[in-house]
């Protein structure tokens, strides 16, 4: 929803609202332009937060229908619905949407919409940065859903492993589609981390220290370094593979020294972070609403955050459980075991938080608090067949059984699915404006709860029994089907569940209530702003002096004055304290983001079908870098600000 | 309701290093390659490790043309530090002079890693040595080569256009680049020319 959307009287409710005449030189001066020439140039990160969770779940609707035709296939014994050549590019198709065009991408995109209202700033840091990372993950997607469209998906699953996925095994461009595809997706996401972890150490509200930042954001803060130093290896791992695959490398070849195993150390040093990466957010999104639903602080706020520190450091130390069935030296083995369950620990420390949260506050168990105890249930079961799986004698009896597929969708659908639609729900209102069904959501959650559990849990002995997974069908004697059939009944009640969701947002944003700037009653940031917020999301700068600062300020919030209102000024603290700092200017809307990600895309797409393309068209899309970055007039002259006293230099 | 509690018109609009946010995105640049490189280099030990011999067939790099860049590099520190030094102190002059000369030594980093290709004495598809040996050439040459082109670009804008401190801000973070790009080579040139030898 753009500025105009908004009523005047809306934007002047809320707390940190200018006056009228004030209002609009500000709202003019963070504008952006109408039309199609405005969508394409916007760098406001709310809208491009919206963006980025719109696409997000349009590929979490194509997984799903992905699923929904796995699940037809495998209702009943040697169903002959898809080819196995079709089905292993189904299921790859659905892996890769879910973990690199769903789940990553929709966490930072609630981290772009959410993070600068939730720490009191008016933009992101680096806009244009944040325009090119959505960009680029759209041409990322595309491609991979037009290559299926063309019959060349990728076919060796989501882990790619070589030598399947290898020259000698997957002929054909399938798996350079989906080498290419994480490289735009990482990239993408690698850049949405930069800023996003910038926003949080240097624009956030004066008074918020780093010990008053919101649950959130501290998830926010942790998973945007863990992607610093997980993505990296996926994009080694995927870019050796391709370069096997095109120019004739060795890397993953044993004949000539190469080694299979360096693909599958590279690919879990990112894999099972990405794991954390995934869920980290989610479970931010569970303290926001926890207390926001039981109207206290989240019990035990300097453990929580330790526990998402130790959880995200920890995360790169237990890649190798995912290899226990290689033949790991036996030491290997045993630390890999201890570090697993280790990691139980602080998820086991914040789900008793959040427990003493709810027993201690006077809970209301709205639609968003409703998903969380979903999220609970579901995530505790996940997490135990998660201590399971680290034992390396069950590992090896169950790997790659559906035992393991069970685990991990309890986990993830657990973990980051339910509270992420409980966090849609609830933060539905600041973003458009309008209040959602309550009863549409409660529907909702109770379908997809109900039917997840069947869907899922039936895995679990499913893997027992020794169903394997990956296997387009089975034999009617082994007797799995009845359990099969039943999961896909489940299945199909938590895709009705998932519909009644998307429908309850779709209607709710044309018919709902107008929600005020604090519906809910919340005590954070970016409820102290109109709903929606207006481009510039705050007009005067809000000051924190608690954790909780509408909660807190009984007399008003306070605020300070004083950054411009063009051109676009931004306020920078210091890391630690948030000292008021430095002032900044920052991008007006731009085309060079977008020029930029469409030369990208031709380089990336264009050396799939020759190698050279990395070297001529990297001219095109130096140009449009060296466009992006051309110097802009001196700020500090502009809004005559004083240079005698410059922070950082010498004298 | 609100209260106003300080007033942030007098605020300085620019600032070198972590105060300001471009140095923030020189820090997340040098996070994300410094990981890639580390990454890479593990693999490298990794595939050394697991190997009968290293190199696989044939002989190491030439020492030469390694040792000349790893010269050029340390030696480039110097003017590095100083357009550094003179950029935090505003000082234009001096900051205009010696950016010329490090362009000099980014050109000559640029020209020798050229020459270092035709002397690594494999090939990226001989291989598993030869393919990670150029991936690591390949990956710290992207470096020089991206460097020396955003020098050019902030040399030429230092002699054509109106200075401010914004401007001087990102000499010096360009220079904190460089000074990690440099950093980056040293383990890597230990590896590419001095593991090959030193491995049984």
Known sequence: MTESHISPAAVLDAPTALPPAEHEVLARTWSTPRGLWGFLTTVDAKEIGKRYVAT????????????????????????????????????????TTMMFLFAVPIMEAMGVYLTPLMVGARTMAFPRLNAFSYWLYLAGGVMLYVGFVLNIAPEAGWTAYPPLSGPQFSAGKRTDF??????????????????????????????????????????????????????PAVMLASSFLISDRLVGSHFYNEAEGGSVMLYQHLFWFFGHPEVYIIFLPGLGMVSEITQTFCRRAVFGYPVMVLALLATGFLAFGLWVHHMFATGLPRLGDSFYTAASMTIALPAGVQIFCWIASVWDGRPRFATPMLFVLGFVIVFVLGGLTGVMLASVPLDLQVHDTYFVVAHFHYVLIGGAVFPLLGAIHYWFPKAIGRMPSETLGRISFWLILVGFNVAFFPMHILGLMGMPRRVYTYPAEMGWGGLNLLSTLGAYVLAAGVAVFLVNLIVSARRGAPAGPNPWGASGLEWATSSPPPAYNFGLTPVVESRHPLWTSPEGLPVMTGLVHAPREVLLTTAGEARPDIRESSPKPSIWPLLTSITTTVLFIGS?????????????????????????????????????NVPGALA | ???????????????????????????????????????????????????????????????????????????????????????????????????????????????????????????????????????????????????FLGTCVLTMILFTHPIDTERLSDVDDDAVYWAFVVAAWIPIYLLVYWAPRWAP
């Not at chain 1, 190698?611 to 110097?631: D, T």
């Open chain 1, 178 to 231: 989906w080498a290419q595809m994480i490289t735009f997706t990482e990239f993408a996401g690698l850049a949405a981390a930069c800023s996003m972890a910038a926003t949080i150490f240097k624009m956030r509200a004066p008074g918020m220290t780093l010990a008053r930042m919101p649950l959130f954001v501290w998830a926010m803060l942790t998973t945007s370094l863990m992607v610093i130093v997980a993505m």
């Open chain 1, 608 to 644: 799939i079908f020759d190698e050279w393309f990395l070297v001529w068209a990297s001219l095109p899309v130096l140009v449009c870098i060296i466009g992006w970055f051309w110097p802009k007039p001196s700020h500090s002259k502009t809004v005559g600000a004083p240079e005698d």
């Open chain 1, 56 to 95: 997000g779940l349009v590929f979490f609707i194509l997984g799903g229908l992905l699923a929904a035709v796995m699940r037809a296939q495998l209702a009943r014994p040697e169903s002959g619905l898809i080819s196995p050549d079709r089905y292993n590019q189904i299921f790859s198709m659905h892996g």
């Open chain 2, 1 to 147: 309701m609100s209260r106003v509690v300080g007033d942030l018109s007098q605020l300085p609009a620019a600032g070198y290093r972590l105060h300001s946010l471009w140095g923030w995105a020189t820090l997340g640049f040098m996070a994300i390659e410094g990981t890639g490189f580390a990454l890479a280099a593990a693999a490298y030990v990794y595939l050394m490790d697991s190997a009968r011999q290293w190199p696989l067939e044939g002989k190491p790099p030439d020492l030469l043309w390694g040792s000349v860049m790893t010269l050029v590099l340390v030696a480039s520190l110097l003017p590095n530090f100083i357009v550094s030094r003179a950029a935090r102190r505003r000082d234009l002059a001096k900051t205009k002079a010696w950016a010329v000369v490090l362009f000099v030594f980014n050109l000559a980093a640029v020209l020798v890693r050229a020459v270092e290709f035709a002397h690594l004495n494999v090939r990226w598809d001989a291989d598993a040595y030869g393919s990670i040996t150029w991936a690591l050439m390949l990956l710290h040459a992207t470096h020089p080569v991206t460097d």
